[in-house]
């Protein structure tokens, strides 16, 4: 069984869009990829306007999405849809309903790390802990973009949201994770980009965490350290070490 295999050891958790698989330039080829198969030079001066209003209207209904005002199916239904009204294309709704499966499926094809993640991955291996991803997400498209992109065999568990119908930041996925790795509170560190979900769960959980910050926010939330790129995160997770309770 895992649970005895992993007592007593750490682990370090990580989310996956973009913190170790680059979410933003993948999903760019995702989107450039549509463009040009479907011929949106009809309707959009270039892929980047394609891509920039796509962006946009995907952000805003994810904003929605979040603070409960829309469901995920009415954001998946519109987010493709939108843009393609903004520049009245006849073909809005068709394509719009058809791009949202076939967008998730180009996206989990694609391989593109953040720069050091197979670095980290090694190396925290390397100091005797064990790694896991913590990901809010669709099962199978996370999966596929763990084995697809090369990551699977540095990974020793993964958690996503989708196997309990529970999101970070809520403590519930943080204690599943750690059912699942055997292990408690204490022996879990969690490294993320997205303050409000990875590392504020993290936190409510009791757990260390790192906050990734490639793109240089400047916030310090929930007095975290905050890492401006993968090789300092392992900074971090040394002093965790030194410093640490049951490392
Ligand atoms: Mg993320």
Redesign the pocket.
């Known amino acids: 069984m895992e649970t005895s295999r992993s007592l007593n050891r750490d682990i370090v958790w990580l989310?996956?869009?973009?913190?170790l698989w680059d979410?933003k330039a993948n999903s760019r080829v995702a989107l450039a990829g549509l463009y040009a198969d479907y011929d949106l030079a009809r309707w959009f001066g270039s892929a980047d306007e394609w891509i920039e209003r796509y962006e946009r209207h995907n952000h805003a209904l994810w904003d929605r999405y979040n603070h409960a005002l829309i469901t995920k199916d009415e954001l998946m239904s519109s987010r493709f849809r939108l843009p393609l009204e903004d520049v009245g294309s006849p073909m809005a709704a068709e394509l719009g309903a058809r791009f949202d499966g076939e967008y998730l499926d180009r996206l989990a094809e694609c391989t593109r790390l953040v720069d050091g993640a197979i670095d980290l991955l090694e190396w925290i291996k390397s100091r005797g802990m064990m790694t896991g991803v913590l990901s809010n997400g669709f099962t199978e498209v996370q999966h596929r973009k763990i084995r697809n992109s090369g990551l699977a065999p540095l990974v020793d568990f993964t958690v996503l949201s989708d196997d309990i119908g529970i999101n970070k930041p809520d403590v519930r996925l943080y204690r599943h994770a750690e059912q699942v790795a055997g292990t408690t509170a204490a022996q879990c560190i969690m490294v993320?980009?997205?303050p409000d979900t990875?590392i504020r769960g993290a936190v409510d959980a009791g757990w260390k965490a790192v906050l990734l910050d490639r793109e240089n926010c400047g916030e310090i939330p929930h007095g975290v350290p905050v890492a401006k790129n993968l090789v300092d995160v392992r900074v971090f997770i040394g002093e965790f070490q030194d410093t640490g309770a049951e490392v």
């Open positions: 989310d996956l869009d973009d913190t979410f993320g980009d997205n990875d």
